[in-house]
């Protein structure tokens, strides 16, 4: 798999052989012009080393550092092997995926409690997305997923 973000391959490839350490992370992303996700595998050099982990620049944030631990047992941002960072993401996505089926036992339960089923909320919430396009020309234009 392709290494994404701010360093490339040789980059990455360089920094090893410095002997520094590189941290790995993976993302789910959404892939472009389409509502599909992709997984990503991102890699992190490390700017500072203390006995207890690392300082990399923060994914998400120019020109700021992120702390990631790299003690055994730690909780961690990024790993310092591949492997380790699927592992992470697989646990990450499992309890995102518990996450939504109880929200979405809930959300159930609740139209339930009002007498409504699935089917009918599903027609319901259609109709009512027909009727905000005939009455929008912005929504109009745009296409339905």
Known sequence: MEVQGQWSESQIEDAIKEGKKVLYRYHDIWKED?????????AYIALR?????????????????KWVDTTPGGK??????????MDSFI?????QVQILK??????????????KLEPEIITYLKEKEDERRKESPRLRAMPVY
């Open 76 to 85: 961690r941002f990024a790993y310092l092997s591949k492997e380790n960072a």
């Open 102 to 115: 109880n929200q979405l036992a809930g959300v159930r339960s609740a139209m339930a409690s009002i007498g």
């Open 34 to 42: 389409s509502n599909d996700k992709r997984v990503a595998l991102f």
């Open 49 to 65: 080393e203390t006995s207890k982990g690392v300082w990399i620049e923060h994914p998400d944030r120019y020109n700021q550092e």
């Open 91 to 95: 646990k990450r996505k499992s309890r």
